[in-house]
């Protein structure tokens, strides 16, 4: 076995810093990655953005050898791969996507025991050609784990069951001592035990994490007439990449098209597009080419954009598992996103009649059970989305999990709505559906209670009824969510023969003999805007985060990476806020890893400093706590904002004596600024402070006499040559030195 050359940490913490820029472990990942460091079997149950991936990726570089991912989908791998060489991590992939010659050249990698970690499909990894690959892997360099990502791809229970995944076990037969790491985010119980079951996982350390996903925003909003327009404001206001989702392929097409009339940025998304179509729309979401995504649900499941910061239900979803997956693909980062889910009846129509068309094609019967199934499941999306309780405690009940409600980030919790005495209404209603002898749907009887003139009405001489009119004080809208209410609290019954037929019932009767108080609550008329005004403080930072957003996908395409690879929004954030003018206050933002800073902290630096003189905001003067960047290179002299500064202007152009003017100091320091400047290695124009001939003559003589004083080379070249000449060369022949060293 080689034995790893990973350097040494004293704490698990340093480790996490150095790789990943964070400062500390999000809940549960710790004592995950000390139960992987002691060989420990493991199943991690994580909610999407939980931080399942540094869960095996942090032992990987810790442990020897090499560790196997197994990761069912391509394009997914790709973007982690480049995402942890990002980081300065060695990591590949192996998937049919390459050609032999790379699969030859990072097999050989891999055997050189320089990779730690491989993504491969687990079609490849069981085929017969790649196991033994995989016997001299573990010869040569060790197996250090397998991590199965996705594991719920291991039961039928779960949503997206693959066979493939099922002989993944004989792993386990192939080599008894490696241990085995199953992730997911599906949270139920019967998945979860199947997975245990199906991996033959052995006395498994396991994690469950809650499945309270903190930072987004849940709100259910009333789909009336005129929610486009509604639609349209809040894409407009809400900053960032968002998701919407469509129940049909035509919808999607419709409403990308309505939103590309408005000058929004938006693709769609269905199983309808061509795969290439598919993938680049998808592609250019994720680099962020394309600001919203219209899609039906077959659009999300393994794309990795952490900074989603929308999702918008436009239709219903099927069932409130789906709801929590779909929605949760909004702010994997953790930064504050939305859910919202627009709430129409005449979706739950749609529904029921789908569910409805739920027949056994051979016999033409019904499936009984599917049918009672999705009913169930229909009926759960529309308790949450009706419920005046904290949504959060309504989806985490659903997976079984307890919460005392009161989260402060849904709409019930911020804005609860008191239910109101609708008692009155409640008894014109019900005796409405008396006087029309129970014949008829709940649109009819809205028409005479607020005292229609159409053709039904008169034809069946509804209009001479003494309930006809008595509803003008309603619109039609609040009188249906009346209706709604009193079936769902069982106090009316409807038929489900398709047609609808409201009918009375004991509770009815109660009611109309003012019996029993019924209570509605109503939902808001306008939504309030939220962060309607934000302070002054906060706008600057707003800015400074727009224009960083810029400066990252600017490197991003240059790179040819999606803008998240470079950094998280979370730590763009931070910058904005915090705006760090040092490589050493830039090293302490969380995302900055080691590679990073060196990478991109002078660009990001500069950007900010620039943002600062623009708008005016005082430079802070950090020389005094800067300190030697041991990390980011060894020996070179400490840097801070002042430095950058002249650097700027440098760049821009100027020359030093103008650089002194603007900066109102004295020529002697601007010179002392590009000496530091060029012995870190920052990228000063010296051709244009020294003529190349006069570089040549003056390196010469520092060869001659040495680099460590000026005066000797002073005199050795004479007077024709300035001190401040041979200060600068003498920075880039230092700066070299050191490099080499
Ligand atoms: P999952 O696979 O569970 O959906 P990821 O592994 O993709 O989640 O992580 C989600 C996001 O959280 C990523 O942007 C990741 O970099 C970030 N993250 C993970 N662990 C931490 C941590 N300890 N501190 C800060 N951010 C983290
Ligand atoms: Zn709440």
Redesign the pocket.
């Known amino acids: 076995m080689i034995a790893s050359t990973t350097p040494s940490f004293e704490t698990l913490e340093q480790a ?1 810093k150095h790789y ?1 820029g ?1 400062d ?3 809940p549960g ?1 710790r004592a995950v990655v000390e139960a992987a460091i002691a060989q420990r079997d493991l199943m991690v149950i ?1 909610p ?7 869960c095996y990726q942090l032992p990987a570089l810790l442990k020897a050898g090499l560790t196997i991912v197994v990761s069912p989908l391509i394009a997914l791998m790709q973007d982690q791969v480049q995402a942890l060489q990002d980081n300065g991590v060695e990591a590949t992939f192996l998937n049919s996507s390459l050609g032999l010659a790379d699969t030859r050249q990072r097999e050989a990698a891999i055997l050189a025991g320089s990779i730690k970690l491989l993504y491969v499909a687990p079609e490849r990894l069981l085929s017969e050609s790649f196991l033994p690959f995989l016997d001299q892997v573990h010869q040569q360099v060790g197996i250090a784990g397998f991590a199965i990502d996705e594991a719920h791809c291991v039961s039928e229970w779960g949503h997206d069951f693959r066979p493939e995944y099922r002989q993944l076990r004989s792993l386990r037969q192939r080599y008894p001592q490696v241990p085995m790491m199953a992730l997911t ?1 599906t949270a139920t119980q019967r998945v979860q035990d199947d997975i245990l079951h199906q991996l033959d996982l052995r006395d498994p350390f396991v994690h469950v994490a809650s499945f309270n996903r903190t930072n987004l925003y849940y709100e259910v909003r009333p789909k009336q007439k005129g929610a486009y327009s509604e639609l349209l404001n809040l894409v407009r206001q809400t900053p960032g990449s968002g998701i919407i989702y469509c129940l049909s392929r035509k919808k999607v097409d419709e409403l990308t098209f309505r939103l590309q009339q408005d000058g929004i940025s938006v693709l769609p998304y269905h199983a309808g597009l061509s795969d290439k179509e598919r993938s680049e729309n998808q592609t250019r979401f994720i680099r962020d080419d394309v600001r919203l995504m219209v899609a039906t649900i077959a659009f999300g499941m393994g794309i ?1 954009k ?1 900074d989603v910061r929308f999702v918008i239900h436009y239709d219903l979803p099927r069932n409130l598992e789906s709801y929590y997956q779909e929605s949760g693909r909004a702010g ?3 930064e504050p996103s939305s859910c919202i889910l627009f709430f129409s009846y005449a979706d739950i129509k749609t529904i029921d009649y789908l569910i409805a068309q739920k027949i056994n094609p051979q016999t033409g019967e019904p499936l009984e059970d599917e049918q009672r199934i999705a009913r169930q499941q229909l009926r759960q999306v529309i308790d949450y989305a009706e419920g005046t309780d904290c949504r959060r405690k309504i989806q985490l009940a659903y997976f079984g999990e307890s919460f005392a409600g009161g989260c402060n980030n849904c709409d019930n919790c911020l804005r609860p709505r008191p239910a109101e005495d609708w008692t009155i209404e409640a008894m014109k209603f019900l005796s409405c559906v008396a006087r029309t002898k129970e014949r008829f749907g709940m649109g009819h009887i809205i028409d005479v209670l607020r005292g229609s003139r159409n053709q039904k009405v008169l034809q069946h001489r509804h209009d001479e009824l003494s309930t006809y009119g008595i509803g003008k004080d309603h619109s039609a809208e609040a009188w249906k969510i009346l209706g709604r209410s009193l079936l769902h609290q069982g106090l009316l019954d409807e038929t489900t023969d398709g047609y609808s037929i409201l009918k009375l019932n004991a509770q009815s009767w109660e009611v109309m003999r003012k019996q029993r108080p019924v209570f509605v609550t109503m939902p808001d008329r306008k939504p309030e805007a939220r962060d309607a005004t934000l302070p002054q403080r906060r706008e600057e930072a707003e800015r400074l985060f727009d224009r960083l957003r810029g400066l990252r996908k600017r490197i991003a395409d240059e790179q040819n990476v999606p803008p ?1 690879v470079v950094f ?1 929004d979370s730590s763009l954030r931070l910058m904005a806020q915090s705006m760090p003018q040092t490589l050493e206050e830039f090293g302490q933002i ?2 900055v890893g080691s590679r990073k800073l060196e990478q991109y902290g002078d660009r990001f630096i500069m950007e900010i400093i620039s943002f600062c003189q623009e708008r005016g905001i005082p430079l802070r003067n950090a020389a005094s706590s800067a300190k030697p960047q041991d990390d980011a290179s060894p020996g070179a002299p400490s840097l801070s904002s002042t430095h950058f500064y002249t650097l700027d202007l440098h760049l821009q152009g100027l020359s030093p004596e103008e650089i002194a003017e603007k900066r109102s100091s004295a020529l002697r320091t601007v010179y002392d600024h590009l000496e530091k400047l060029i012995e870190a290695g920052r990228d000063v124009d010296l051709d244009a402070l020294v003529p190349p001939e006069r570089q040549a003559v003056i390196e010469a003589a520092i060869a001659q006499v040495g680099a460590f004083a000026l005066k000797p080379i002073r005199e050795h070249l004479g007077e024709a040559y300035s001190y401040e000449e041979i200060r600068l060369v003498r920075a880039r022949w230092r700066s070299q030195s050191t490099a080499i060293d």
Request: aromatic letters at 16%; charged letters at 20%; hydrophobic letters at 30%.
């Open positions: 996490l990943f964070y500390e472990f999000r990942q994580m999407t953005g939980g931080g399942k991936s540094l985010a990795n952490p994997r980062d953790g998240y998280a969380s995302g």
